[in-house]
């Protein structure tokens, strides 16, 4: 058996393996690994990776710990212990198929650095960082997320989570309009700077906000309503596909 009992550092473990499609670590003792940093950097065909068992509880460095991972579509962090880590920079930097990450069991408490933490994100559309206190802890969340993440189509935020520069950038494809709204309170709509920089009571799930558009069916009649051009208007069985024409959103040419 691979005894890692007494190991200290992880650091570039599987560093540089292009072609690891996968990797069983459950019986990997890692109580007194102080450094993970870059442990599966540039694994560019891991596609999955379960680490429910690992004991982070020493862990200070979590740097680019999946940096580089372009192939991962899921990553299982639900039993990480961040209470001593103090780097998570570049930790899922161009992880550029990941589309789904829950790290709202990350106690942030003692991270003094998180720029880039998921730079490149061009895939993801679901995350949670409810529990990241970037607002009384040691850490600003200074370019936390780069390259806009402008697929995402759910965040979790807590009320502690400020995100200074570098934060994802609602959609305005498909008939939103570049803005947030709070899933269980439609009446909050935040634009990308409101949510992510200021202070007020933000904790729950946002979403893109889905825009409100004039529709001019005829000389001296209109009605509104929420529309995108994947979904065609039907106004008395004719059907009409919306073109934006102005940045106030008026649909007209019908």
Known sequence: SFDTSKVT????????????????????????????????????????????NFNTSSVTNMSSMFSNCTGLTTVDVSSFDTRNVTDI???FDTCSALKKLDVRNFNTSSVTYMGQFLQTATSLEELNIANFDTLTGGCSGDRFITNNAS???KITL???????????????????????VKVDDPTQIKT???????????????????????????PGTEGTGTMSAAYPVVVEAYTFTPTFVSATHELTGF
């Open 89 to 91: 920079s570049f930790m």
């Open 151 to 153: 697929n995402l189509k």
């Open 158 to 180: 807590g009320n502690n989570t400020i995100l200074n520069n570098g934060y994802p950038l609602a959609s305005t494809n498909n008939g939103y309009d570049g803005k947030w």
């Open 192 to 218: 990308d700077k409101e949510l992510f920089t200021e202070e007020f009571d933000k904790a729950g799930t946002w979403v893109p906000h889905q825009a409100t558009y004039k529709l001019l069916f005829a």
């Open 9 to 52: 550092t992880m650091s570039s473990m599987f560093g540089d393996c292009s072609a690891l499609t996968g990797v069983d670590l459950k019986n990997f003792d890692t109580s007194s690994v102080k450094d993970m940093s870059r442990m599966f950097t540039k694994c560019s065909s891991l596609t999955e990776c379960k680490l429910n």
